[in-house]
């Protein structure tokens, strides 16, 4: 098949048979025709349709190796410097469709699984079928342009133990039987963005495991079709409340459900299994097989689009309502300003230091990104609502509907709610896309997704520095300590 367009991502999508659960509704069939989905599903299908567009056709797609059509750069395995250029080209196109607010688009998973399907050295520590499994797998993906979704952690019960203890060791989801031709999985695991509207489910190790006897039943991966048997998803309330674009610019578009997943005695065939048992290898999932790297370069590429999309957003409110020439409302501009040439800056000095793994994969240096997906959670994420907040003050409050403009009282909006700039209607397009950024529930989703997207930050911190290399600088302060005067 090669590249999907959007029509055949729908057609597929409407034709799966999911058990969804959604606002007390349980839904089975024609998920991109259901309200709570459809409009994220159209956005989706509207990046398929982009890897068929001329102008961007050849930066999308990419040659099979193995059958000559046209498929997604994301599985594009880099062996270069310019692959990984070639690779982050592919991410800015879909990146910068949304904005950034869409976080998992397929080139999110569609890394890991690239990277994964070359780390022999990593699976044959286990047994090298599973990394035969997985590069199959990833064929099979690549040449059907599957759309995956993944879940990573167990359900938020008791956070003061391990997830294999809480409720007796039955709520985490776990192998509670290995047969010859497979295995059976039970329990439930978060948090599954996009997953109504994705092909597969991908469910990949935790990476927190502590390596006993008793995390030998969640040490596993695998693969599952989103409509496998005894999978079940349970969606959060819907932030895509149904009104227009103009009254809802972001969330009527790039709203990305998220769901807890139940495996109700799920069945994974072993052609799907990846690894089983092994909790140390679980635990160097990420870091060993290149995944984490090539994950992270796409996502600093889709922040990079989001921080660019918030400064532009803040040029336009100060050139609305006249404050661009206050030196307080400049300083947070270069703040922003600041932030797009670092990120910039960062994704150039990752593919320039990059090195070919031992697999003889070019990846990006680990240490930069890692720099970069500590940095914008914590530090440049809140600054980018915060300064909307700022810059819109109370005329984020004061914002008539698209109704409004058609009712009796449109002479007086039209007198009273313009801006220095710009028409009633045009000033509150542009201030409904404010709050829509930086204070409705798609906001405050949006925000919560990107602090604790690599996981708790403080957690992230103290990775960082447990495992970066400082004792050659803390011996250049002992030399200098012990110089003689």
């Given at each position: 098949?090669?590249?999907?367009?959007?029509?055949?991502?729908?057609?597929?999508?409407?034709?799966?048979?999911?058990?969804?659960?959604?606002?007390?509704?349980?839904?089975?069939?024609?998920?991109?025709?259901?309200?709570?989905?459809?409009?994220?599903?159209?956005?989706?299908?509207?990046?398929?349709?982009?890897?068929?567009?001329?102008?961007?056709?050849?930066?999308?797609?990419?040659?099979?190796?193995?059958?000559?059509?046209?498929?997604?750069?994301?599985?594009?395995?880099?062996?270069?410097?310019?692959?990984?250029?070639?690779?982050?080209?592919?991410?800015?196109?879909?990146?910068?469709?949304?904005?950034?607010?869409?976080?998992?688009?397929?080139?999110?998973?569609?890394?890991?699984?690239?990277?994964?399907?070359?780390?022999?050295?990593?699976?044959?520590?286990?047994?090298?079928?599973?990394?035969?499994?997985?590069?199959?797998?990833?064929?099979?993906?690549?040449?059907?342009?599957?759309?995956?979704?993944?879940?990573?952690?167990?359900?938020?019960?008791?956070?003061?133990?391990?997830?294999?203890?809480?409720?007796?060791?039955?709520?985490?989801?776990?192998?509670?039987?290995?047969?010859?031709?497979?295995?059976?999985?039970?329990?439930?695991?978060?948090?599954?963005?996009?997953?109504?509207?994705?092909?597969?489910?991908?469910?990949?190790?935790?990476?927190?495991?502590?390596?006993?006897?008793?995390?030998?039943?969640?040490?596993?991966?695998?693969?599952?079709?989103?409509?496998?048997?005894?999978?079940?998803?349970?969606?959060?309330?819907?932030?895509?409340?149904?009104?227009?674009?103009?009254?809802?610019?972001?969330?009527?578009?790039?709203?990305?459900?998220?769901?807890?997943?139940?495996?109700?005695?799920?069945?994974?065939?072993?052609?799907?299994?990846?690894?089983?048992g092994h909790p140390e290898l679980c635990?160097?999932?990420?870091?060993?097989?290149?995944?984490?790297?090539l994950m992270t370069h796409q996502v600093?590429?889709?922040?990079?689009?989001?921080?660019?999309?918030?400064?532009?957003?803040?040029?336009?409110?100060?050139?609305?309502?006249?404050?661009?020439?206050?030196?307080?409302?400049?300083?947070?501009?270069?703040?922003?300003?600041?932030?797009?040439?670092?990120?910039?800056?960062?994704?150039?000095?990752?593919?320039?230091?990059?090195?070919?793994?031992?697999?003889?994969?070019?990846?990006?240096?680990?240490?930069?990104?890692?720099?970069?997906?500590?940095?914008?959670?914590?530090?440049?994420?809140?600054?980018?609502?915060?300064?909307?907040?700022?810059?819109?003050?109370?005329?984020?409050?004061?914002?008539?509907?698209?109704?409004?403009?058609?009712?009796?009282?449109?002479?007086?909006?039209?007198?009273?709610?313009?801006?220095?700039?710009?028409?009633a209607k045009d000033r509150a397009r542009?201030?409904?896309?404010?709050?829509?950024?930086?204070?409705?529930?798609?906001?405050?989703?949006?925000?919560?997704?990107?602090?604790?997207?690599?996981?708790?930050?403080?957690?992230?911190?103290?990775?960082?520095?447990?495992?970066?290399?400082?004792?050659?600088?803390?011996?250049?302060?002992?030399?200098?300590?012990?110089?003689?005067?």
């Open positions: 098949m090669g590249a999907r367009t959007g029509q055949q991502y729908l057609d597929k999508l409407n034709a799966m048979t999911p058990e969804l659960y959604v606002d007390g509704e349980k839904v089975t069939s024609k998920v991109a025709e259901h309200p709570a989905f459809r409009n994220n599903a159209l956005t989706y299908a509207k990046l398929f349709d982009l890897q068929h567009d001329p102008a961007h056709r050849d930066v999308l797609t990419y040659e099979s190796p193995t059958t000559g059509e046209r498929v997604g750069t994301s599985f594009l395995v880099p062996r270069s410097e310019e692959d990984l250029k070639r690779r982050r080209a592919a991410f800015s196109v879909w990146a910068q469709y949304s904005n950034g607010f869409l976080g998992r688009t397929g080139d999110y998973m569609n890394s890991s699984l690239t990277a994964l399907s070359t780390a022999k050295k990593f699976f044959s520590q286990a047994d090298p079928v599973y990394g035969e499994r997985i590069q199959k797998y990833y064929e099979m993906a690549r040449e059907n342009d599957l759309l995956a979704t993944h879940t990573l952690i167990p359900p938020q019960v008791n956070r003061s133990v391990s997830g294999g203890q809480q409720g007796g060791g039955n709520l985490s989801a776990k192998v509670v039987e290995e047969r010859e031709d497979g295995i059976v999985v039970r329990g439930a695991r978060m948090l599954a963005t996009i997953a109504p509207i994705a092909d597969e489910l991908l469910v990949f190790p935790s990476t927190v495991l502590r390596g006993t006897p008793e995390d030998a039943p969640y040490s596993y991966a695998f693969a599952v079709p989103n409509d496998a048997p005894g999978l079940k998803y349970f969606c959060r309330a819907g932030l895509d409340h149904g009104r227009s674009h103009f009254d809802e610019p972001l969330a009527s578009r790039f709203e990305e459900m998220d769901a807890v997943v139940v495996f109700d005695d799920v069945f994974v065939p072993n052609e799907r299994v990846f690894l089983l635990n160097a999932w990420y870091s060993e097989t290149g995944a984490g790297a600093v590429t889709r922040t990079l689009a989001k921080t660019e999309f918030y400064l532009g957003l803040a040029s336009e409110i100060a050139a609305a309502i006249g404050i661009g020439g206050f030196q307080h409302i400049q300083q947070d501009l270069s703040e922003l300003i600041s932030y797009v040439e670092i990120e910039k800056a960062v994704l150039r000095a990752a593919e320039a230091d990059g090195k070919l793994s031992e697999d003889g994969v070019f990846l990006p240096k680990w240490e930069v990104l890692n720099a970069a997906r500590n940095w914008y959670p914590t530090k440049v994420s809140p600054r980018l609502t915060e300064i909307i907040r700022k810059f819109s003050a109370s005329g984020l409050m004061a914002l008539p509907g698209e109704a409004d403009f058609e009712a009796e009282g449109r002479p007086d909006i039209d007198t009273y709610l313009q801006s220095a700039t710009l028409p542009l201030f409904k896309l404010a709050f829509d950024a930086s204070v409705s529930s798609f906001a405050g989703r949006e925000s919560l997704y990107e602090y604790f997207f690599f996981g708790d930050p403080v957690r992230m911190a103290g990775a960082q520095v447990n495992a970066y290399p400082r004792e050659a600088l803390q011996e250049r302060v002992r030399e200098l300590l012990a110089r003689d005067e």
